[in-house]
C-alpha cells in the first residue's frame, strides 16, 4: 500500500500536469484565433473599402461630367433660336402657323427635351408639344425671370406631379423691345432612369441643399437631412443583423433607410449643385465575410486535430506500454509535419495566386490611368490657360473675343472626348476610320495646342515646309497627339539650355517625313526609348508613356518612328508616313 499511494500520488500529479497544458494550448490556439480573424477582418475591410470608394468615385465623376455636358449643350439652344428669323417674323407679325414645326425641326437636330414659344403675354404660340399651346406662362419663373435678364437664364421648378422642371429661357427682341421668350427644357430625369439601374443610391442638390434629383422619387424637394432621416430597424432581429454585420468594420458613412451605406460626394460646377452617391457595403462584406468563413474553419480543423493529438498523447502516456506509446508519438509527430507542411505549401499557394490577381488588376489600372494622364495633360494645360483669357476678356467688357475662347475651349472638349475613345478602343482590334489629313496643319494644329507651354519658357521654332499640302491617311487627332508628344519631349531636353532651339522639317518623297530637332542633351539609351514606362525624367514630370503610345499609332498609321542623336548635339526624331498616293499605289500592286 505504501508503494501505491506513492505512484498513484505522481499519476494524479501527471495528469492534473497534462491537463493544464492542453488547456493552455487550447486557450492560446482560441486566442490566436480570434486575433487572426480580427486583424485579416480589419485589413480586409479596409482594403476592399478604399477600392469600392474608389470605384464609386469614378462613378461619381461620370455621372456629373454628363449632366453638365447636357446642361451646357442645352444653354446654348435659346441664344441659337433667339436669333432665329422665322420666330422673330411670327412674333412681329403675329403669324404663327409655321413656328411649332420649325420648333420642332430644331429639336430633332439638336436633340433638347422640348421648346416653346411664348409672346409678350405669355402665351405658348409655338411649341413641341402642341398640347402646350394657348397654355399661359406669365406667372411662370422662367417667363419673368428671362424678361427681366438680357442674357440666357436657368431655372428649376418644381412640378405638381413630383420631380423638377429645368428650363433654359431667353427674352427674344424686336426694335429693342420685348417681344417674347423662347423656353428650352432640360431633361435631366433621363440620368434618374440611369442611375436607377445600378445599386448606387444617388442625388443632387442645389445650393440651399434641396433635393432636386435622385433616384428614389420620395427624396425630392426635401433637405438631405430629412430625405436621409435615419429609420431603425422594425424589430429586434432586424437591429441584431444590422449589428452583426457592422461589429468589425469602421462607423458607416451614413445610413439610409436605416441600411449603412458608403456616401461620396462631388461638387457639380454648375449654380453650387453638389451630386452625393450612397454605396452599400453588402459587396465588401460578401467578400470579406467568405475569406474568414475560410479562416475559422482552418482553425476549426486545427483546434479538432489539436483536441484529437492532445488526447491521443494523454490517452498514450497513460498507457503501460511505453514502447507503444512512443511509436504512436513518432506517428504522430511525423502526420503533424506533413499535416503542417501540406497546409502551408497550400496557404503559400493560395496567397500567391491572390497576389498575381491584385498584382495584374492594380498594373492594369495603373497603366490605364498613367495613360489617360498623358494624354489628357496637355488638353486640360490649354484650356486653363483660355479660361484664364476669357475670364480677363470678360472682366474688360469684351464679350465676344471671350466667345471665341469658350469656342476654342469646347474643341478641346470634343478633343478630350475623342482622346479618351481612343484609350478605350485600345483593347480592340481594328474599327479605326481614317481619312485624308494634310500632315502641315497638323503641325500647325499641335503648334497651337502647346501655346501654353511655349509661353512659359522661350524656345525658337523653326519650320520648314513645302507650299504644297501633304496629303496623309491618318486619324488627325492621333496624329496630332503624336506631334505634341514629340514637341513636348522637346521641349523638355532643351530646358537647360541658354539658347534652346527646336527645328520641325517636312518633306515629301516616296513618303510624308517629319523631323524633329533639338539641341538638348541628347539620348542615352535608344534601345529602350520606345518601351512603355521608360522615361529619363524626374519622378512627377512624366510616366514614360508618350513614345510608347506615339509608335504604336505610327506602326497603326502603316509608318515608322525612329530616333537618333544628332552630330552637332541633341536628338532627332523622324515620323515617316505612307502618302495618300503612295497608299493606293501599294493597294494596287497587292
Known amino acids: 500500500m505504501s508503494d501505491l499511494q506513492p505512484n498513484q500520488a505522481t499519476d494524479r500529479t501527471t495528469a492534473q500536469g497534462v491537463s493544464w497544458r492542453i488547456r493552455l494550448i487550447i486557450a492560446g490556439l482560441v486566442i490566436v484565433a480570434i486575433g487572426v480573424v480580427l486583424v485579416t477582418n480589419r485589413w480586409l475591410t479596409e482594403r476592399f473599402t478604399e477600392t469600392t470608394r474608389n470605384r464609386a468615385e469614378l462613378r461619381l465623376a461620370l455621372y456629373s461630367g454628363n449632366m453638365i455636358s447636357e446642361l451646357q449643350r442645352t444653354s446654348v439652344v435659346p441664344l441659337l433660336l433667339s436669333g432665329d428669323p422665322i420666330l422673330n417674323d411670327s412674333l412681329k407679325g403675329g403669324n404663327f402657323s409655321a413656328t411649332s414645326q420649325r420648333l420642332i425641326k430644331v429639336q430633332s437636330e439638336i436633340g433638347v427635351a422640348s421648346i416653346m414659344l411664348l409672346d409678350r403675354e405669355g402665351r405658348v404660340v409655338g411649341a413641341t408639344n402642341r398640347n402646350q399651346l394657348g397654355t399661359n406662362f406669365r406667372t411662370a419663373a422662367f417667363y419673368v425671370d428671362a424678361l427681366r435678364a438680357k442674357d440666357t437664364v436657368f431655372s428649376a421648378v418644381r412640378r405638381e406631379s413630383g420631380g423638377f422642371e429645368f428650363t433654359y429661357s431667353r427674352a427674344m427682341s424686336i426694335d429693342g423691345k420685348p417681344a417674347g421668350v423662347i423656353a428650352v427644357s432640360v431633361d435631366l430625369m433621363k440620368y434618374e432612369r440611369a442611375w436607377a439601374g445600378f445599386q448606387d443610391a444617388v442625388l443632387v442638390t442645389d445650393s440651399e441643399g434641396t433635393v432636386i434629383l435622385a433616384t428614389t422619387p420620395q427624396w425630392r424637394g426635401l433637405p438631405v437631412t430629412e430625405a436621409l432621416a435615419v429609420r431603425e430597424p422594425p424589430s429586434a432581429f432586424g437591429r441584431a443583423i444590422q449589428a452583426t ?247 523638355d531636353a532643351t530646358k537647360d539650355r541658354q539658347t534652346p532651339q527646336i527645328d520641325l522639317i517636312l518633306s515629301q518623297g516616296e513618303t510624308a517625313v517629319l523631323t524633329v530637332r533639338d539641341n538638348g542633351t541628347g539620348i542615352s539609351d535608344l534601345e529602350n526609348l520606345f518601351e512603355p514606362f521608360y522615361t529619363t525624367k524626374k519622378p512627377g514630370e512624366g510616366v514614360g508613356l508618350g513614345l510608347a503610345i506615339s509608335s504604336g499609332i505610327v506602326n497603326e498609321l502603316g509608318g515608322r518612328l525612329t530616333a537618333r542623336n544628332a552630330e552637332t548635339g541633341g536628338a532627332v526624331f523622324e515620323m515617316q508616313l505612307p502618302l495618300i498616293g503612295a497608299t493606293k499605289d501599294q493597294q494596287a500592286a497587292e
Not at 457639380?268 to 449643385?273: C, I, L, N, S, T
Not at 513518432?330 to 503533424?336: I, Y
Not at 473675343?401 to 478641346?412: K, M, V, Y
Not at 525658337?460 to 491617311?473: D, E, F, G, N, S
Open 245 to 491: 454585420a457592422d461589429w468589425a468594420q469602421h462607423p458607416p458613412d451614413a445610413y439610409v433607410q436605416g441600411k449603412a451605406v458608403m456616401k461620396t460626394e462631388a461638387r457639380v460646377p454648375f449654380r453650387g449643385w453638389r451630386m452625393v452617391t450612397f454605396t452599400a457595403y453588402d459587396s465588401v462584406r460578401e467578400r470579406v465575410n467568405g475569406v474568414l468563413a475560410l479562416e475559422i474553419m482552418g482553425f476549426a480543423i486545427l483546434l479538432a486535430l489539436t483536441f484529437y493529438v492532445l488526447s491521443r498523447r494523454a490517452w498514450s502516456q497513460s498507457l503501460s506500454f511505453q514502447r507503444e506509446s512512443a511509436e504512436l508519438r513518432l506517428l504522430n509527430a511525423r502526420l503533424q509535419r506533413e499535416i503542417a507542411e501540406r497546409e502551408k505549401v497550400q496557404k503559400d499557394l493560395a496567397v500567391a495566386e491572390l497576389t498575381l490577381a491584385q498584382s495584374s488588376k492594380l498594373a492594369a489600372l495603373g497603366e490605364m490611368s498613367a495613360a489617360v494622364s498623358h494624354e489628357l495633360n496637355q488638353p486640360l494645360a490649354a484650356m486653363k490657360t483660355y479660361l484664364a483669357g476669357a475670364r480677363l476678356l470678360l472682366q474688360r467688357k469684351r464679350p465676344e473675343e471671350a466667345l471665341s475662347s469658350f469656342q476654342r475651349i469646347d474643341d478641346l472638349i470634343e478633343r478630350m472626348g475623342a482622346i479618351t475613345r481612343q484609350l478605350k478602343s485600345y483593347a480592340r482590334k481594328g474599327g479605326e476610320a481614317f481619312e485624308p489629313v494634310d500632315l502641315k496643319q497638323a503641325v500647325s494644329s499641335a503648334l497651337s495646342m502647346m501655346e501654353p507651354s511655349l509661353k512659359n519658357r522661350v524656345v525658337k521654332i523653326t519650320r520648314t515646309l513645302p507650299r504644297q499640302p501633304v496629303m496623309v491617311m491618318a486619324d488627325r487627332i492621333r496624329l496630332e497627339q503624336v506631334i505634341i508628344n514629340l514637341l513636348r519631349n522637346a521641349i
